[in-house]
Nanobody, 119 residues
Framework: VQLVESGGGLVQPGGSLRLSCAAS????????MSWVRQAPGKGLEWVSD????????YYTDSVKGRFTISRDNAKNTLYLQMNSLDHEGTALYYC?????????????WGQGTQVTVYS
């Protein structure tokens, strides 16, 4: 199993970024997937979830209306569109494969992609 994130970078407040996570080594379309982030000096924070088929999505309250999770099962790729970013968006963002829920439990993680919101 391999998960490889990309798309992070520097962005000013109010800006947008689109993260991608390329999955391989397993049947991507069979698994629910998550985005999880870790801000500097803080613990892991679940951000968003998407069902295996993409029909159901879930978000932590702080990103609702600004972030959109999606997936392309034909391309084995997970996405996170992040709009109206603020300083709280500064974090290392991971994609993770859901093992079961609840509680949120993941069995594979990517290496993360850094998002830095600066002004």
């Amino acid at each position: 199993v391999q998960l490889v994130e990309s798309g992070g970078g520097l962005v000013q407040p109010g800006g947008s970024l689109r993260l991608s996570c390329a999955a391989s080594g397993f049947t991507f379309s069979s698994y629910e997937m998550s985005w999880v982030r870790q801000a500097p000096g803080k613990g892991l924070e679940w951000v968003s979830d998407i069902s295996s088929g993409g029909g159901s999505t879930y978000y932590t309250d702080s990103v609702k209306g600004r972030f959109t999770i999606s997936r392309d099962n034909a391309k084995n790729t997970l996405y996170l569109q992040m709009n109206s970013l603020d300083h709280e968006g500064t974090a290392l963002y991971y994609c993770a494969r859901v093992l079961y829920w609840p509680p949120p439990t993941w069995d594979y993680w990517g290496q993360g992609t850094q998002v830095t919101v600066y002004s």
